[in-house]
């Protein structure tokens, strides 16, 4: 049973197009992230989700929005892909207040053409 | 600006010898330091993590060492075992808060 599972895992798509990539976790955390990993293989945090609290990274543009219709899901909406978002992109959960660690999915691989 | 750093892209060593992979930061607010193993094609998996009340953390054959005074971590892998061939990530922060991720090291244990 998967733990942090997220659809698609690859996307192709043409620039301008919108698109979204889904997230659930199972473990019953109350935190979820999105995670971009560029070219350069950084892992960088774009949002964090809890409950009623979102904290975006101020280098995202507003082209991505999360979207979370219940505690178990943080979707990811991106409006006028660009090149530049051809990226790895990783969901993630965690319990915080305890140890905090991160719980990832596989990765949905972006390209815009 | 890198608040999380691995000066070494790529490891290799020879299997049963000891993988050491290195990390400095520089936010001196952070209290918190994780490990995190990644396949390819998979996300990160947690390996091992410590917190700045302590100095060392051992699981099994991993140990995680930490030097605040230097803002330095290391992670300590005995013996390595092929199966260990990952991108090996750090990751820090205050505790409780969002972490930052390092580039990452590729570590490549040769049979």
């Known amino acids: 049973d998967t733990a942090v599972s997220q659809t698609p895992k690859y996307l192709v798509t043409q620039m301008g197009n919108d698109k979204s990539i889904k997230c659930e976790q199972n473990?019953?955390?109350?935190?979820m992230y999105w995670y971009k990993q560029d070219s350069k293989k950084f892992l960088k945090i774009m949002f964090s989700?809890?409950?009623?609290?979102?904290?975006i990274n101020e280098t995202v543009p507003n082209r991505f929005s999360p979207k979370s219709p219940d505690k178990a899901h943080l979707n990811l909406h991106i409006n006028s892909l660009e090149l530049g978002d051809s990226a790895v992109y990783f969901c993630?959960?965690?319990?915080?207040?305890?140890?905090?660690?991160?719980?990832f999915g596989e990765g949905s691989r972006l390209t815009v053409l | 600006d890198q608040q999380v750093k691995q000066n070494s892209p790529s490891l290799s060593v020879q299997e049963g010898r000891i993988s050491i992979l290195n990390c400095d930061y520089t936010?001196?607010?952070?209290?918190?330091f994780l490990w995190y193993k990644k396949y390819p094609a998979e996300g990160p998996t947690f390996l091992i993590s410590?917190?700045?009340?302590?100095d060392k953390n051992e699981d099994g054959r991993f140990t995680v060492f930490l030097n605040k005074s230097a803002k330095h971590l290391s992670l300590h892998i005995v013996p390595s075992q092929p199966g260990d061939s990952a991108v090996y990530f750090c990751?820090?922060?205050?505790?409780?808060?969002?972490?930052?991720f390092g580039p990452g090291t590729r570590l490549s244990v040769l049979p």
């Open positions: 410590i917190s700045s009340i302590k």
């Open positions: 473990l019953g955390h109350d935190t």
């Open positions: 990751a820090a922060g205050p505790y409780g808060q969002n972490f930052v």
């Open positions: 989700y809890n409950n009623k609290e979102l904290i």
């Open positions: 993630a959960s965690s319990q915080r207040g305890v140890t905090g660690e991160l719980f």
């Open positions: 936010n001196s607010m952070f209290d918190y």
